[in-house]
């Protein structure tokens, strides 16, 4: 497991070298976990996190109103949708997408798909 975990570490410094957030142009990071999933809207020159959403709240709220359990890559899709509704009360319109070293497919694809359906552009 170690040998993964540093195999993900050097894919996303290498795609950090590329990918930076400005004001103008925040960055969309993923964080996905076993259980959970994570997004952060993040401006790297300012060093600020402009908003950010996880699946944690979201499935205890959508459990409440469909009373039935979600598979993750709905979660991821939720949560996609709900970064985006705050990115566009931030009037952030425009992101680049970091997927954390992540492989863009499953959950980060998910999340993308549901981040694109709420408004944001990358």
């Known amino acids: ?21 400005s004001p103008d142009i925040p960055r969309l990071v993923v964080f996905r976990s076993n259980e959970h999933i994570y997004a952060q809207i993040i401006d790297d020159q300012n060093s600020k996190t402009i908003a950010g959403v996880s699946d944690l709240n979201l499935a205890k709220e959508k459990r409440k109103t469909e009373g039935g359990k979600m598979n993750k890559s709905d979660l991821a899709k939720l949560v996609g949708f709900a970064i985006a509704e705050k990115g566009n009360a931030q009037k952030i319109k425009k992101v680049t ?13 998910a999340l993308a798909e549901g981040a ?6 990358f």
């Open 1 to 21: 497991m170690r040998e993964k975990r540093l195999r993900r570490k050097i894919r996303h410094f290498r795609i950090r070298k590329r990918v930076e957030g």
């Open 97 to 109: 997408f970091d997927r954390g070293g992540y492989k863009f497919h499953g959950r980060v694809k």
């Open 116 to 121: 694109r359906e709420g408004g944001l552009n």
